[in-house]
């Protein structure tokens, strides 16, 4: 599936594929690509075992948190940790359908 999302004027490519050829780290089961401006998230780990749809959902948050800390300038906070902390508040609100 490949989805396009605009995060503040940049317009990027989500593709959720079983094919990990499109991922740079080969240990990695999701990636942001800013330059490139596209985020994967794969469905299948490198053993080829499926990844739980709830975790690919935490992956794409994730993945997005990076490009929109890019997409602000904030590269001196767009590590994993920042990203994981915006990833789990973006899942609070999708799972607690804040916004219907």
Do not use: W
Not at 31 to 41: D, G, P, R
Not at 51 to 69: G, I, N, R
Request: hydrophobic share 40%.
């Amino acid at each position: 599936m490949i989805k396009e999302i605009n995060i503040l004027g940049a317009v990027y490519s989500i593709k959720i594929t079983d094919n990990d050829s499109l991922l740079e780290n080969k240990e990695n089961i999701a990636e942001c690509h800013n330059f490139q401006k596209t985020i994967i998230v794969t469905t299948k780990d490198s053993s080829n075992k499926v990844v739980p749809k709830q975790t690919q959902d935490e992956l794409l948050a994730h993945e997005l948190a990076h490009a929109f800390l890019y997409q602000i300038g904030s590269e001196d906070i767009n590590d994993e940790r920042h990203a994981n902390l915006l990833g789990m508040f973006v899942m609070f609100i999708k799972n607690n359908k804040v916004y219907d």
